[in-house]
């Protein structure tokens, strides 16, 4: 209650508000009412020496709380929790209510779609041939094994572990699955005794060699591409203008006479 032996305040009667009236000249006043200042609105007063020394008066102290929260399995990034009366306090009014937001942390590996996951696996071109076998680690803190052997995998190709997601918050039995996407690391370069293999191993997907005769400009050689095979347009803005500046039938911009002048 702020202290004992509260008594009304003897400037607003109790009434917690005071109405002022001020004349401002000759036949006229203004009235303003305002809040006590000498009992702060609350129209009681407590005796100096019976004032509450850990609330100061104000009825109201600072404690901490602790919320417990049964997150459920497969909450939704955005979920709120609402805890009915557990916010802040004050005489005379209602407490109101603690609402808690769920906000996913982004991961390194994992991306979540709702109750699936995807992750991205690197794999080797003889992997992506031939099969792999690799292990990762999975949210479970424990390492997993997956295999895969079977038709070849292409760049953007994607594999699915079934049951290997997030439960369904509605439905915890039940769990959604676990994308692989494929990532192909391709050798960066190949010597003429690999080529030679290749071309044995790979005979029937060999390019067909062109027989056609073209002109000499129309034959053309690849290079390794480079940043300074880049062009790009040097001029500035203002020279771009001045290009444009020229004479009429030259391109430029044509000149009128002012009819003032």
């Known amino acids: 209650m702020g202290g004992e032996g509260a008594c009304t305040c003897d400037q607003c009667k109790g009434k917690g508000m005071v109405t002022r009236i001020v004349q401002l000249g000759p036949g006229m ?51 709120k929790y609402t805890f009915a009366g557990m916010s802040d306090e004050y005489p005379d009014h209602e407490a109101g209510d603690v609402i808690i937001t769920v906000k996913e942390k982004e991961h390194k590996v994992f991306k979540r779609k709702q109750a699936d996951i995807a992750m991205t696996i690197k794999i080797t071109l003889l992997e992506a041939l031939v099969g792999f076998e690799k292990e990762f680690l999975y949210l479970d803190g424990q390492k997993h094994i997956v295999r895969y052997k079977g038709k070849v995998i292409n760049p953007g190709c994607v594999k699915t572990i079934m049951y290997m997601g997030l439960p369904l918050m509605n439905n915890p039995a039940v769990q959604g699955n676990l994308f692989l996407h494929f990532e192909i690391e391709f050798p960066k370069e190949v010597n003429e005794a690999q080529a030679k293999q290749f071309n044995e191993i790979l005979s029937a997907q060999k390019p067909k060699a062109i027989t056609a005769t073209f002109e000499a400009q129309n034959s053309h050689e690849c290079i390794m591409f480079e940043k300074s095979h880049i062009n790009e347009n040097k001029k500035t803005r203002n020279e771009a203008y001045d290009d444009d500046d020229g004479e009429e039938g030259q391109g430029g911009r044509q000149q009128v006479r002012c009819e003032n002048q």
């Open 29 to 79: 006043i203004t009235q303003t009412t305002n809040h006590c200042d000498k009992c702060s609105g609350e129209g009681t007063i407590i005796p100096e020496g019976k004032r509450c020394k850990t609330c100061k008066t104000q009825k109201i102290v600072k404690e901490k709380d602790v919320i417990e929260i049964n997150l459920d399995k497969g909450a939704p990034n955005g979920k």
